[in-house]
């Protein structure tokens, strides 16, 4: 899982071009949630043991800091998965905008992130399931013959 999140942030940071399996943008998003849900928690934390009443306090401001450059630092590698998720699915990156639409934009959004990749190579590349698979099955075959 910490892989996947290391490939999009560290080796895709702002690539927009190819395409990304279920795994790569489940996993990556898996772990910001996780992320951020630890980060909000020390948050409240800092809020609560820090506060004199009337503000809340400079361990707060620091951890909100830090939260605030998280954000900003995850941006655009959370951008370019879901254009290279859209495009695995066959749809173009500027599909993401449809979940501008109140309520029936994300349900449609989800369910073309949810997709199971377009078989064969599209107009963005090769499909990187297929790509993995005989990767694997080339180190099956080396594995069985020695």
């Excluded at 898996?30 to 849900?37: A, D, E, G, R, T």
């Excluded at 934009?105 to 377009?118: P, R, W």
């Excluded at 078989?119 to 990187?128: A, K, M, R, V, Y």
Aim: some cysteine; proline content about 4%; hydrophobic content about 45%.
């Amino acid at each position: 899982m910490i892989d996947w999140y290391k490939k999009v942030v560290f080796e895709n940071y702002a690539n927009f071009s190819g395409r990304a399996r279920r795994s790569e943008y489940w996993y990556y998003t898996l772990c910001n949630v996780i992320i951020s849900f630890v980060m909000y928690i020390l948050v409240i934390i800092s809020v609560a043991i820090g506060s004199d009443g009337e503000s809340p306090g400079i361990l707060f401001y620091l951890i909100y800091g830090i939260l605030m450059l998280y954000a900003l630092a995850t941006f655009i590698p959370s951008l370019a998965v879901v254009v290279r998720r859209l495009h695995d699915t066959g749809k173009s990156g500027w599909y993401y905008l449809i979940g501008l639409i109140p309520l029936v934009g994300a349900i449609l959004l989800i369910i073309a992130l949810v997709t199971d990749s377009q078989p064969g190579s599209n107009q963005w590349g090769p499909n990187p399931k297929e790509t993995d698979d005989s990767i694997n099955e080339i180190g099956n075959d080396l594995i069985e013959r020695y």
